[in-house]
């Protein structure tokens, strides 16, 4: 081979001559190096990675150094062969494991599946397939004067990349947050249109939300399957997580208040000066971006066309369920009642309505918005038709249940001063084993002030028992010397026997028992 061909070959592979010789050169002492050049030449001594060095790498979190080290230590105990050097170590692993494998053994199953390979679904058809998730936003929202992040909830449909429904909440999300986010998505008509229908099959994550016995019911009762993904695993519903992600990098990175927003200085905070968007105002703008989406985005899969352009270009028939009907399928069902001249009786409540007039005595079934409690829906018990609603008796105004939850807040803010105070301990810094050493001195005049001010709410002291001692039991009676040295002696009144069934009284006889019955010489018990 010619020089003019060695350099070709080089400028080919994108290495040096000096490199594609020496390949030559191997190649001409062993035909196998030709198969694979530039790999070593394999030995039978080759050290190779075992499942001990596996558990090493795992314990030391990826750490190869750390390995080298255990590994030493134990050859120098006599524990096993001795290790080779650092670098060969490093070959062996970089050679016997995958890349996957490496960031598993260091970081744990998370990093190891950015290593894998996934398969995509087929597009199929509008309504086939929705997958839904809760999300928190990434952003500080103004919620009755609190900074919070509010959660959003939404379906999204597999073959269109649409969003059919939405919900958000200012706290964590529950069974409600997914029963109005359903109700959303399945109806069509404004200001929810055009996407809707019924699904076939709804994905979602092992949520307690979503599998709660109201949600599972409503979505039995609509006729679609729940499938029940395993945990951890977002590849598997690809398409709410990528909306996910794209949310926040589209529109949520704009707003203020974004909590990710990189901050000047050695430690993030927020600026003091900060104006937060108000939770109806964030709710407004989410909305404008979710129709943004489904009319002017153009996601890459479809291919130059809007979710909207793909909905109404998919031929298939949609499975409507009229607004009425969805109401009553999205509710949790409370079991019957009987009417009374109270109205319905519903966790100890009292719930009255105009259409109850002339209705007492009838059985009804309740049913009710989870967490939505000043109201509820009432159903014949008979014949399933909807009488009306139902809405709380007496029930409290705006300023009382304000003055109530500043109360509350006020217990809560103090209990937890004071179980921060009581588990407020420090502990001397030491460089040798030694027992911990509990920090805070105290003068014996605080320690007995604090113990006096306790003994002062200790009900068991207040009795002081030793102020006025117990009267002296009568001469007759077996007292235990501790017990008799506690009592006050002197001339008591005579305390009569308790009696038996005749009216016979019946002292203790030894040891404090109850003395055994005599018999007189006719046979006679006395």
């Known amino acids: 081979m010619t020089s003019r061909h060695v350099r070709l070959m080089a400028d080919s592979l994108e290495v040096t001559e000096r490199t594609v010789w020496r390949w030559l050169a191997a190649a001409e002492r062993d035909e196998s190096a030709a198969v694979e ?177 109201t949600v599972t019911a409503a979505f039995d009762l609509l006729d679609v399957t729940v499938e029940d993904l395993p945990a951890y695993t977002p590849h598997l519903k690809g398409t709410v997580e990528g909306l996910n992600r794209a949310v926040e990098s589209m529109f949520l990175a704009a707003l203020p208040g974004y909590a990710r927003q990189p901050r000047p200085g050695k430690r993030a905070s927020r600026p003091k000066d900060e104006v937060l968007l108000g939770f109806e105002d964030f709710t407004a703008r989410l909305l404008d971006w979710t129709l943004w989406w489904n009319t002017e985005h153009r996601p890459a899969p479809l291919q130059g066309r809007t979710p909207l352009e793909a909905w109404q270009d998919d031929p298939t028939p949609l499975r409507d369920v009229p607004a009425t009907d969805l109401w009553t399928f999205t509710l949790e069902d409370a079991g ?23 209705q007492a005595g009838i059985q009804v079934r309740v049913r009710f918005m989870p967490h939505h409690d000043h109201r509820i829906e009432v159903y014949h018990a008979a014949t399933g038709r909807y009488l009306g609603p139902a809405d709380l008796a007496d029930r409290a105004t705006e300023e009382q249940v304000s003055a109530v939850r500043r109360t509350r807040a006020a217990r809560a803010r103090r209990l937890k001063k004071d179980l921060e105070a009581s588990q407020r301990e420090r502990y001397a810094a030491v460089n040798q084993p030694t027992a911990p050493q509990r920090l805070g001195a105290l003068t014996a005049a605080q320690a007995g002030a604090e113990l006096a001010q306790s003994a002062d709410t200790d009900l068991a002291q207040l009795a002081m028992p030793d102020l006025i001692p117990p009267a002296a039991p009568p001469a007759d009676w077996r007292t235990p010397a501790s017990l008799a040295a506690l009592t006050t002696p002197g001339p008591h009144p005579p305390v009569p026997y308790p009696s038996g069934r005749d009216g016979a009284s019946a002292p203790d006889g030894p040891g404090g028992r109850a003395a055994p019955p005599t018999t007189d010489e006719d046979g006679d018990a006395s």
């Not at 009374?340 to 109850?356: I, L, N, P």
Request: aromatic share 8%; glycine share 8%.
């Open 37 to 213: 050049p530039g790999a070593r030449a394999q030995s039978r001594d080759r050290f190779t990675v075992t499942s001990e060095v596996r558990r090493l790498l795992a314990l030391w979190k990826g750490n190869v150094a750390a390995v080298h080290r255990e590994l030493t230590a134990r050859a120098v105990r006599g524990e096993g062969e001795l290790p080779p050097s650092i670098p060969t170590l490093h070959r062996a692993i970089q050679r016997d494991l995958t890349p996957g494998e490496r960031a598993g053994l260091a970081k744990g199953e998370r990093a190891a599946r950015k290593h894998d390979v996934f398969l995509s679904r087929p597009r199929g058809w509008r309504n086939q397939v929705w997958e839904t998730d809760h999300m928190q936003a990434p952003v500080l929202v103004d919620v009755d004067g609190k900074a919070r992040r509010p959660w959003i909830t939404w379906f999204t449909d597999c073959a269109t990349n649409a969003i059919t429904g939405v919900a958000v909440t200012p706290v964590h999300p529950s069974r409600e947050s997914v029963l109005s986010a359903l109700r959303s998505a399945v109806l069509c008509e404004d200001p929810y249109g055009p996407f809707g229908g019924l699904p076939e099959k709804v994905r979602v994550d092992r949520g307690k939300d979503f599998l709660s016995r």
């Open 336 to 358: 019957t009642r009987t009417l009374t001249t109270r109205g319905v009786r519903f966790r100890k409540r009292d719930y009255v309505g105009a259409w109850m007039t002339g």
